[in-house]
């Protein structure tokens, strides 16, 4: 029951967990027992319900599949040696998807919706939570616009559903990224500071292109001077330069990210100097000559931390200090999973224990 909207269950059968290793399961091609789906018509939110996981019905000419309104959000439940189930920062990721909506002239999702249905759905799937010491359930909420209907407007009814799938032993390859100067994630006054599906789309092909030349990932500039750093991929970028933890600041072509604020939270709890703010390709490969870069690394929910160990540039391949020598990163990524799994302090909140 929420403030406003009961949640039906109907709860599946038979589980198929045991039919599954869940501590190493591929990635994002394995769904646990059941979604949450709420729809939205005639101006609010009116049902919703959690269901066994499965395909519903939908007609091709829902909007959302021509027109691209369309986000989601990707967040992750832990289970910790005590078999407790907590959910890492969930209303940070309610908050941005909030955001996305308003962009992209989508209705907001009620928090008690938002929370209520997603507490429900991890509490009847806690025994998906795998409880290795990476793994993690990825849960992805995502909101489309599914009028039946061709021709550009605004979508009049939408669902917001959200799926979770097991994340074994996530372990991340350190990583060599591309310069990009051509392609461009986000431009300004776009949509690249929410998580909009046709941001994802329309970085495939330069990716695809970096990856015939050796790379796993590009690393994007901004598309009116080609002289700073915005993100890698999909995920936040960061450099250890001398003492100082620099990333490029929040505007409207970077994604305000979670683990990046966290990340971010932990340097100023070291004391670290830490500087949100343009970082330059100049000043960058100036630290890689003179030997005070000292770490380079992606971050993101999927990975926590990408160490990238090469950066390619204008025909030459710069390598970057061995991850065996990255202080810095390895403590976050060590003190990440401590609080994750419940043997830290959380002293910032940031996890949320559901009630099994
Ligand atoms: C999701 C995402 C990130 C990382 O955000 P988290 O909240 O840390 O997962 C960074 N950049 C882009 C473009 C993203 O889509």
Request: net charge neutral; with cysteine; aromatic share 10%.
């Amino acid at each position: 029951m929420t403030g406003t909207i009961d949640i039906k269950v109907e709860k599946i059968k038979k589980s198929r967990v045991s039919e599954n290793d869940i501590n190493n399961v591929a990635f994002g091609k394995c769904f646990s027992d059941h979604m949450f789906v709420a729809e939205y018509a005639d101006g609010k939110w009116q049902k919703a319900s959690i269901m066994p996981y499965g395909d519903v019905p939908m007609s091709y000419a829902m909007s959302a599949l021509h027109y691209g309104q369309a986000i989601f959000e990707g967040m992750k439940a832990y289970k910790s040696d005590k078999g407790e189930v907590s959910i890492f920062r969930a209303p940070d990721n309610f908050k941005r998807l909030n955001k996305s909506a308003v962009r992209m002239a989508m209705p907001e999702i009620p928090e008690d919706l938002f929370m209520n249905g997603l507490i429900e759905l991890i509490r009847l799937d806690s025994a998906w939570v795998p409880s290795s010491e990476t793994g993690s359930l990825y849960i992805r909420p995502f909101l489309i616009a599914t009028d039946e209907a061709i021709g550009v407007k605004i979508s009049d009814t939408y669902k917001f559903v959200i799926i979770t799938c097991p994340a074994g032993k996530y372990y991340s390859e350190p990583i060599k990224v591309l310069v990009e100067t051509n392609y461009y994630r986000a431009v300004k006054g776009g949509v690249g500071f929410v998580k909009a599906a046709g941001n994802y789309g329309r970085s495939l092909y330069p990716t695809k292109l970096a990856q015939q030349k050796g790379y796993q990932q590009v690393i994007w500039t901004d598309s009116e001077t080609q002289q700073y750093f915005e993100e890698s991929g999909t995920m936040n970028v960061m450099f250890v330069i001398g003492d100082k933890l620099l990333t490029p600041g929040l505007s409207d072509t970077i994604l305000d990210g979670v683990t990046r604020n966290s990340v971010l939270a932990l340097a100023r709890d070291w004391g670290m100097p830490v500087e949100e703010r343009k970082v330059s390709i100049k000043e960058v490969f100036e630290a890689i000559e003179n030997g005070t870069i000292k770490e380079v690394f992606g971050c993101g929910t999927a990975a926590t931390i990408a160490q990238i160990i090469g950066i390619g540039h204008n025909g030459k391949e710069y390598a970057l200090p061995p991850v065996s020598e990255r202080k810095f990163s390895t403590r976050v990524d060590e003190t990440l999973r401590n609080i994750r799994k419940g043997k830290m302090e959380d002293k910032h909140g940031w996890m949320m224990k559901v009630p099994l």
